[in-house]
């Protein structure tokens, strides 16, 4: 599938040599998407899956505080299922193109419009239906248009197309993404896909992405939930392309338990370990090819920060780091401008030593002990900076937490697409 920036930017090499994983799919998943014309330009825009009867089911959600409906009713829908048991199979419903985000009474009575018309058609309870939106905010969704269009993707539903449902939930996305992996436990093959979308508006807790991974493993549902908040919060929500978090976020994690007598009900038991390092390893691509896609991007930088004294202080450096303006944008311009890193560290309001502080880019020695390192050159910083990949390595030499966070730069072309965004 041919990979298209919409900037003016080069192809960097990491988003020119991937391609969407060939024959992608999931024993009990079936995929649909179609175009129902809620964007203006006549993609896809409107992706059905459908779960198998029997599947566990787990969901994260977005912090704001002014998420939209999809969001609220996806999470009511989780908390209702901790006190009742659901019988048959599940279904998400998804569109691009408009987030159906404070939009009031309309858009509740839209997600509840949405929600009958697919129990309906596809002959599920209304607690099995689950609703994302993601595009432009305040603007009321043109629920005519996605019902009208339910029995259609009923029709089309196929074990083979979650391609077309990757491209259908994009945005200012420029290729949909997937990732898979398969991992053996107990001398059985499990597998594990998920695709997601994101470009902008990307900051925890989570960023302005969907998400939804599926598995064919059979595990108990509390524990589905607890492996989904772990692997979060050592991916997307370690993220960061503008520092804008999202009112629709959506990660949902589906376990179909189609692998014949393997069963995981407790995180003692043999192969869960495994099961969870494989799925944090495709979520954490999944959240790599987010950034590395995002809004006019041309590198990809890896933060590290280590010898903080706490998780949380290592973690609140590093984001100080990857959403500065200034740190992002000598990134683009190519500036081994290592102040700028000073000066992000520093505000960010943890514990630190100014003279104890050790910054390194990639392997080269920038700066120790209150100033710049003896071994550096601008010369040699200039050269790191070309690279496409980028990592900004911080030792605080206070303690012993470290902390690991994955950002882009900022472009001239992120101010030009998001200027653009309603035209």
């Avoid at 991916?235 to 995981?264: C, E, K, Q, R």
């Avoid at 494989?278 to 590198?299: F, N, P, Q, R």
């Avoid at 550096?376 to 911080?394: C, N, P, T, W």
């Amino acid at each position: 599938m041919a990979l298209l920036k919409k900037n003016k930017n080069p192809i960097p090499s990491f988003i020119r040599n991937y391609t969407f994983p060939h024959g992608m799919k999931i024993e009990g998943v079936n995929f649909s998407a179609l175009c129902a014309s809620i964007k203006s330009d006549k993609k896809l825009d409107l992706t059905l899956i459908e779960i198998r009867e029997g599947a566990s089911l787990s969901g994260v959600f977005t912090t704001s505080q002014t998420r939209s409906s999809p969001v609220r009713w996806c999470e009511d829908i989780f908390g209702r299922r901790k006190n009742k048991t659901l019988s048959g199979k599940s279904a998400i419903l998804v569109n691009s193109g408009n987030s159906n985000t404070f939009t009031g009474e309309l858009g509740k009575r839209a997600v509840e419009k949405s929600v009958e018309t697919v129990s309906k058609n596809l002959g599920c309870e209304k607690e099995n239906v689950f609703v994302a939106s993601t595009g432009v905010i305040g603007e009321i969704l043109p629920i005519d248009k996605i019902i009208s269009k339910v029995p259609d993707l009923c029709e089309k539903l196929s074990p083979n197309s979650i391609s077309q449902s990757a491209e259908a939930i994009m945005t200012t996305d420029t290729f949909p993404k997937g990732v898979c992996a398969n991992v053996m436990i107990g001398g059985q093959k499990v597998s594990i896909v998920g695709i997601a979308k994101g470009s902008g508006m990307i900051s925890p807790d989570m960023a302005t992405m969907l998400g939804f991974i599926f598995t064919d493993i059979s595990i108990n549902e509390e524990l589905l939930q607890e492996s989904l908040h772990k692997s979060v919060n050592q991916t997307f929500n370690n993220i960061s392309v503008d520092s804008d978090t999202s009112t629709s976020d959506t990660v949902i994690l589906a376990a179909t338990g189609t692998v014949p007598g393997l069963h995981i009900s407790k995180s003692e038991d043999d192969g869960y370990s495994e099961f969870l390092e494989a799925l944090t390893s495709v979520m954490k691509e999944l959240s790599h090819l987010i950034v590395k896609d995002g809004e006019g991007a041309t590198k990809f930088i890896e933060i590290r920060v280590s010898g903080a004294v706490s998780d949380y202080s290592a973690k609140k450096v590093c984001q100080s780091i990857a959403n500065s303006p200034l740190v992002k944008t000598a990134a683009s311009g190519e500036d081994p401008n290592w102040g700028r890193i000073i000066m992000a560290i520093g505000k960010s309001g943890e514990s630190v030593e100014r003279d104890k502080i050790t910054i390194k880019f990639g392997e080269i020695l920038v700066a120790e002990k209150g100033a710049v390192a003896s071994t550096y050159s601008e010369d040699l910083g200039a050269r790191y900076m070309k690279r496409e990949e980028l990592i900004i390595d911080v030792d605080l030499n206070m303690g012993e937490s470290n902390a690991i966070f994955w950002t882009c730069d900022f472009s001239g072309e992120y101010v030009s697409i998001n200027a653009d965004y309603r035209s």
